[in-house]
């Protein structure tokens, strides 16, 4: 699956998210290693702070369906992705993010690119 497919597919699911109040729409698409996709959306909470991002959302269901750190490639999302899904993303060593800026360009970056200076434990 190309880049630009797996942007396409977020670009879908996106349309699915529960986002009632703030009405941001996010879709987050993963490849993983094995050629899978997997998909995934926000999910708003009238608790604010409980909440899901799209990307959490995705890397969470890729570990129930047996994925771990390493095994995924790539995840493409519709919005650049907050300070804690980046370090998320750099957790499950993802090769790289393809996201779509405020502007509408669309950029890849390596999760360390996003997250410079990220730890481990």
Known sequence: MTDDELLARADAV???AYAPYSKFYVGAALLTRD???IEG???EN????????AERNVL???VTEGFGPGELEAIAITASPCGGCRQWLHEFRL???IFRKGSGEVVTR???ELLPESFDL
């Open 14 to 16: 996106a349309e699915r």
């Open 35 to 37: 050629g899978r996709a």
């Open 41 to 43: 959306v926000n999910v």
């Open 46 to 53: 009238a608790a604010y702070p409980l909440g899901t991002c």
């Open 60 to 62: 969470s269901r890729a």
């Open 95 to 97: 090769d790289r993010v």
């Open 110 to 112: 390596t999760p360390d």
